[in-house]
């Protein structure tokens, strides 16, 4: 590959960053129409240089763009370098980051336009756009690292952005802390990395991993370790508990970082390390595992679940799950492709709740909604088109990925077989089952609404819906762009098993039948006022309730981990190791003092006589001494 | 007896009732007279060691000790006077603060 130097990659990044300090030091004084015109401009200015990248990138494939903005620091011979990186897939998640972003930010002057913190709001908002740039455009894990912990904080302060509901910033809590275990993973990766390897720069440690002889570590162990901070991130099992609560920040913050890029954070990780996973079967098959296990648990939460964005967050997981499993079996490819198109289907779908959230006044139960696609016809249709995507149904795009996703999990020389693929197209169909089933109770069937709701229900602004409209559009063909292809030389496909070539066909029937399935049972269910649906709940009361209560992971986190936690905490360090070590050591040594000093007072009776008789007496006594020895 | 032991007897008794009045005396310028006496005894009691082994300088040191005397007596009666303006009070037990 041939390496060009260019300078306007630092510019991609260092512009949204030039976004938060204007709006977060000066948008307060300087009004709405400034902080619309940075929080926006400087977003659509990163994208368009991006494009500018990506042409610059050529048709071959085998240029590749590297601009070294500034040495960090250097130990020895040993020198860091913020540096920044541009291949295809960087320029793919680039190109997401700042487009989806971009659109993002213009529906938000919409959706936040009445609220107090307008600047505080595009402040954060750009200085997550800021890290996000710096974590898939930076060369080195190190840098790489800086944008991962920038956009966990960017999504802490988002998340707990009306912190003054207590119940809204413990969720921001909540999701930086389960971010921080993963961050441990990642960090002794790196840490093991660097020892064997002796560098961070991630094309180097993959052609390293790809070199014979091959660096003295398991490459399995190495993975595994990132594949915990992936975890974290990207919201997998163990470590996926913290993304439903992190909807309470606002709607287009969660379709931003919450689902359409923040999250994909593990995915590019895990693609970008790729040089790893190939040598790593073991930690290959874990990924697959716990991804799909995810896949599967979250889409089970979510046919459950009746708060619009709680449905719609553990969809994200689930999908999530779905790109873990791509990578898992090899298809480094076909899970950036996912990635790509469930970043504008999600993010469509989020925003299209956030609209309807706006119809609502602010009501998120689903089982409050009904009725709504014709009184609010733009959000019915983007959502149905996004719905449509996400479910799988041809010709949009979430059928190109999804297909290619289950395909790999049957058909892939690295790990793919029948189990995961049979588990794959369950959880597909109940994608498209509950998918269907929000789009049912949400816009058809008769009103639940109350009167005073029904009353105030209205189509949001343009700069809302242009937003959607082109988002379903992007939805509609984002799929017909091969990203597989297009990445092949970065990330080769895995070879396809013998004998499994002619079940293609069968793969993309079987996917188009489980998505119409699932539109099928989803109309069955609650085409007819959901009573089929009340009945099967009522037939499974058991089941409802673990589902409705999300396994109880929550509940098992909080007596297992939790609870101990604060039993150490409280009985260990505060009763016995801060209260009795400490205190009571420093309220030993002043009674000590005390008490000596109450004896010694008694000397001092302030009466002269008897101190000039002590006196007197001692110096007779000395003398009297001094006469016998001398 | 000569005269010189009877003024070193004198020097004796002249400090014994110094001591006597500091210790037993409640008021505070008695106290500080007695101190006075005190000092003249031993003041004498080095002018009669001095003729006994005839030393000058012993005598000059005499002189020096009354310069230093008065000065002390300057001092000590404005700390009385200012103690009495305070307490309004010559008795001793009366200046007790300190005691633990």
């Known amino acids: 590959m041939n390496a060009a130097p260019t300078n306007l990659l630092t510019a991609i990044v260092l512009l949204p960053l030039a976004g938060f300090l204007l709006n977060g030091l000066l948008g307060n004084r300087l009004g709405k129409g400034f902080v619309t015109m940075v929080g926006c401009g400087l977003p659509i200015a990163a994208f368009a240089l991006a494009v500018k990248c990506f042409l610059d990138l050529g048709p071959g494939g085998n240029l590749l763009l590297i601009d070294i903005a500034y040495t960090w620091f250097s130990a020895g011979k040993e ?52 890290f996000m740039l710096m974590l ?8 790489l690292f800086v944008g991962w912990e920038g956009v966990g904080l960017a999504s802490y302060l988002l998340i707990g952005f009306w912190f003054e509901d207590p119940e809204k910033a413990a969720a921001g809590k909540k999701a930086f802390i389960t971010n921080r275990i993963g961050d441990a993973g990642f960090l002794l990766g790196m840490f093991l990395i660097y020892t064997t390897v002796g560098t961070l720069d991630m094309d180097r440690i993959n052609a390293a991993f790809m070199a014979t002889p091959a660096p003295m570590v398991s ?13 974290g991130k990207s919201a997998q099992i163990p470590l996926h508990v913290w993304l439903p609560d992190a909807m309470a920040g606002p709607t287009p913050v969660s379709a931003l970082i919450h689902a359409a890029t923040m999250v994909t954070a593990g995915v590019y990780l895990v693609a970008r390390m790729s040089g790893i996973y190939l040598h790593a079967p073991e930690a290959s098959a ?28 553990y969809s994200t997981i689930s999908q999530l799950g779905f790109m873990f499993l791509a990578l898992g079996v090899g298809a480094y490819g076909a899970a950036v492709f996912h990635l790509y198109t469930h970043a504008f289907f999600k993010a469509c779908l989020f925003l299209g709740a956030g609209s309807v959230i706006h119809a609502m006044s602010g009501e998120q139960d689903i089982r409050k909604m009904g009725g709504l696609a014709k009184k609010i016809p733009v959000t019915f249709w983007t959502f149905a088109i996004a719905t449509a995507a996400i479910a799988g149904i041809p010709p949009l795009a979430g059928f190109f990925s999804k297909d290619e996703i289950v395909w790999f999990a049957l058909a892939s020389g690295r790990g793919g077989s029948a189990l995961l693929f049979a588990v794959a197209a369950v959880t597909a169909l109940l994608t498209s089952f509950y998918m269907f089933r929000l789009l049912w109770l949400t816009f058809f069937g008769a009103s639940r609404m109350t009167k005073e709701a029904e009353h105030h229900v209205h189509e949001s602004p343009p700069s809302m819906t242009g937003v959607l409209v082109v988002l379903a559009g992007l939805s509609t063909v ?101 209260q009795r070590l400490f205190d009571g050591t420093l309220h030993a040594l002043a009674a000590l003092g005390r008490g000596t000093a109450a004896v010694l007072g008694r000397i001092q009776t302030g009466s002269l006589h008897l101190y000039a008789f002590l006196v007197l007496s001692g110096i007779a006594t000395a003398l009297w001494w001094s006469l016998r020895h001398v | 007896m000569g005269s010189l032991q009877f003024f070193g007897w004198v020097g004796v008794a002249l400090f014994a009732i110094g001591l006597l009045g500091v210790v037993v005396r409640r008021n505070v310028l008695v106290m500080l007279m007695c101190m006075e006496l005190m000092l003249n005894g031993v003041s004498l009691t080095l002018v009669v060691f001095a003729q006994q082994a005839a030393a000058a300088a012993a005598t000059v040191l005499v002189f020096l000790a009354f310069v230093v005397a008065a000065a002390e007596i300057a001092i000590a009666i404005p700390i009385v006077l200012l103690l009495v303006r305070h307490k309004r009070s010559l008795d001793l037990d009366s200046y007790a603060d300190l005691n633990g």
């Open chain 1, 286 to 313: 874990v990924i697959a595992a716990v991804g799909l296990a995810t896949a599967f648990f979250a889409a089970t939460i979510a046919v459950v679940q009746t708060d619009i964005k709680k449905v719609l967050a």
């Open chain 1, 219 to 231: 490459a399995s162990l190495v993975g595994i370790l990132l594949f915990f901070g992936a975890c």
């Open chain 1, 79 to 130: 020198s860091f370098e913020i540096a920044f990186y541009f291949d295809r897939l960087s320029a793919v998640m680039a190109l997401i980051v700042t487009g989806v972003g971009s659109l993002i930010h213009v529906y938000s002057t919409g959706y936040m336009k009445d609220d107090r913190s307008y600047a505080r709001y595009f402040a954060y908002l750009n200085l997550f756009l800021f």
């Open chain 1, 478 to 578: 984002g799929g017909f762009l091969s990203i597989p292809h297009f990445l092949e030389r970065e990330l080769p496909l895995p070879a396809v098993k013998e004998g499994f070539e002619h079940y293609e066909h069968f793969v993309v029937a079987a996917s188009i039948a489980i998505a119409l399935a699932g539109l099928a049972g989803a109309a069955w269910f609650f085409g007819s006022g959901a009573a089929r649906a009340e009945r099967v709940r009522l037939a499974f009361p058991t089941l409802h309730r673990v589902l409705l209560g999300k396994y109880y992971v929550d509940e098992a986190y909080q007596a297992w981990i939790g609870k101990p936690l604060l039993w150490i905490s409280e009985r260990v360090f505060l009763r016995f190791g801060d």
């Open chain 1, 136 to 143: 898939v455009l930076g060369r080195s894990l190190l840098v």
